[in-house]
């Protein structure tokens, strides 16, 4: 049996919850698919405060922000999740499959928000694939949901946001951090970010890499050696560093399989992180009524996800025709706000990036129907 | 360099310490945010509008330093932790920091407590004047802790657990 539904949101992390409540706020039936047990996506993991401005719960926790969302949520009788469900796959007739226990679901939505999130990126070392080696994603995991101590020593691979993040958050878990070691010459993320773990201190060695891990069976250490401006390693220089646990936040790319199978024009931009679907002002996708919101369009901040969420929301909502001019104007506001947090110079590879994917040109288009056994 | 370091410069600090003659007048607020990046809770909070951003909220915040009270609530909300209230107004050789605290155990007010630098560099054991705990929404705890004057641009951190009677 192929259930009907209004708008479908593939994914209840930050994006998709927002845009759900979007879209019932101006009259939507939403029905939000999510593959993992609870909903909230990686906000739940997040302890840290969250920066924006007090629109976007800046001040709050990443936690808090996603049990406030779920409250919210939970009392919209027009809003729908269904946990443990995983979305296989979209089909050319607009159907979409999905499985839940060992249950094959199908849905006709009118409007479809794909919201998937990012994957997180790997690294190619000697021994990278011995117990030990964890990405940051699996280590806020262990300590923030399972309240599970991860290690007792870690390495840490990347000050990018998360790194520096996961590393505070292990720090407050009573896990000792060897390093921060960071290839290119500059510290990646927010450098209050930077400064906080910096005072606790914990070092952070830019211009280093780990070269390969130490341990027979399980990580017992690491070799790290620094590098020179072109990423070269430079001879003699390698270190070791004792450790349990080798964490990898080398960066994250857009979950994008299912704009790929439905067609969706796409397209590689390096500054959005990967292959992304091509969207205009409204995230549509060059698929009509299949929007795209939240990291799946380019890896940015939760914050941005989330206002990216509501203007793929209210567009979705407004071209069904409910309350039509609310929802044009909350979506105008959203794209208002989205403007604003990508104003400064952290935004502006995120505006650059857009520029590129809306350019003329460069779309790769594989239509996989075809290829379906 | 603070950019690939983590550990703001001279230059960079004295871009946003409050004068000396503020300093030593009472409680003051000290951002120390150096970087453009969208976030403006201090500002928003600021119960006395000492702080600004403006329009851009990708702009550091401007601290009024008249107008400030070293009341502490940016304190608590900046999610960067970069806001550190300095007390140099005690008419002796100490002066008092309040800085933001995130780890557990919280140490006791009497008790002394190591304090750590910028860099995480261990300065010494000095008194803890006053714990405020977060409250059960903001859970950004601020410790007080009573420093020789000269260590109070210094002094930013306290080693969780390292902490004494005496």
């Known amino acids: ?373 | 360099m603070l950019i690939s370091t983590g550990i703001p410069t001279k230059e960079d600090l004295g871009r946003v310490m409050p004068p000396v003659q503020r300093l030593a007048k009472g409680p003051v607020a000290m951002a120390e945010c150096f970087q453009k990046i969208p976030c403006n809770p201090c500002a928003a909070s600021c119960p006395v509008n000492a702080i600004h951003i403006g329009e851009d909220i990708n702009e550091c915040p401007t601290i009024d330093f008249d107008l400030c009270t070293g009341c502490g609530t940016c304190l608590t909300k900046c999610p960067g932790l970069a806001i550190f209230i300095i007390d140099e107004s005690r008419g002796d050789t100490t002066a008092l920091v309040r800085l933001p605290f995130e780890y557990l155990p919280l140490p006791e007010a009497g008790q002394y407590a190591m304090c750590l630098d910028r860099a995480g560099k261990e300065l010494g054991w000095f008194k803890v004047a006053r714990v405020i705990r977060g409250n059960s929404r903001n859970l950004t705890h601020t410790i007080c802790v009573e420093v020789p004057r000269e260590l109070s641009m210094e002094v930013r951190n306290i080693r969780e657990g390292s902490y004494r009677n005496g």
């Open chain 1, 1 to 373: 049996m192929i259930q009907d539904a209004e708008i479908l949101v593939v994914g209840g992390g930050p994006a998709g919850l927002c845009a759900a409540q979007a879209a019932a706020e101006t009259g939507a039936k939403v029905l939000v698919l999510e593959r993992d047990y609870a909903p909230g996506g990686q906000l739940v993991k997040q302890t840290h405060k969250f920066f924006g401005s007090e629109k976007q719960r800046a001040g709050e926790r990443g936690f808090q922000i996603g049990e406030d969302l779920l409250k919210e949520i939970g009392t919209n009788t027009r809003i729908r999740i269904m946990t443990e469900t995983t979305v296989l796959g979209c089909y050319e007739d607009g159907v979409i499959t999905a499985l839940r226990g060992n249950k094959h679901l199908k849905f006709r939505p009118k409007r479809l928000i794909i919201t998937t999130g990012a994957a997180e990126k790997f690294l190619a070392f000697p021994g990278n694939d011995l117990p030990g080696v964890y990405g940051a994603g699996a280590v806020q995991t262990l300590m923030n949901v399972a309240g599970v101590k991860p290690a007792e020593r870690v390495l840490m691979v990347g000050s990018g946001n998360i790194g520096l993040i996961v590393s505070y958050q292990l720090k407050q878990a009573g896990v000792e951090i060897a390093a921060i070691v960071e290839a290119a010459p500059r510290i990646g993320g927010y450098l209050v970010h930077a400064s906080k773990i910096r005072r606790a201190g914990i070092p952070i060695m830019t211009g280093w890499t780990v070269k390969q891990v130490l341990g027979d069976g399980q990580v017992e250490g690491a070799v790290i050696c620094q590098l020179d401006d072109k990423f070269q390693r430079i001879p003699e220089t390698e270190r070791k560093v004792e450790c349990d646990v080798i964490c990898l936040a080398v960066g994250l790319t857009p979950l994008t399989e299912l704009c790929w199978q439905a067609g969706c024009e796409m397209k590689f931009v390096r500054e959005l992180s990967g292959h992304v679907p091509v969207v205009n002002d409204n995230l549509e996708t060059t698929r009509s009524g299949i929007y795209a919101a939240g990291d799946v369009t380019g890896i940015e901040e939760a914050s941005s996800a989330m206002v990216e969420g509501r203007v793929a929301g209210y567009a979705a909502a407004e071209s069904l025709g409910h309350s039509p001019e609310i929802a044009a104007q909350r979506r105008e506001e959203a794209i208002g706000d989205l403007r604003q947090l990508r104003a400064g110079p952290t935004g502006g590879k995120i505006n650059a990036g857009i520029e590129k994917m809306k350019r003329e040109g460069g779309a790769v288009h594989v239509n996989l129907y075809r290829y379906s056994h």
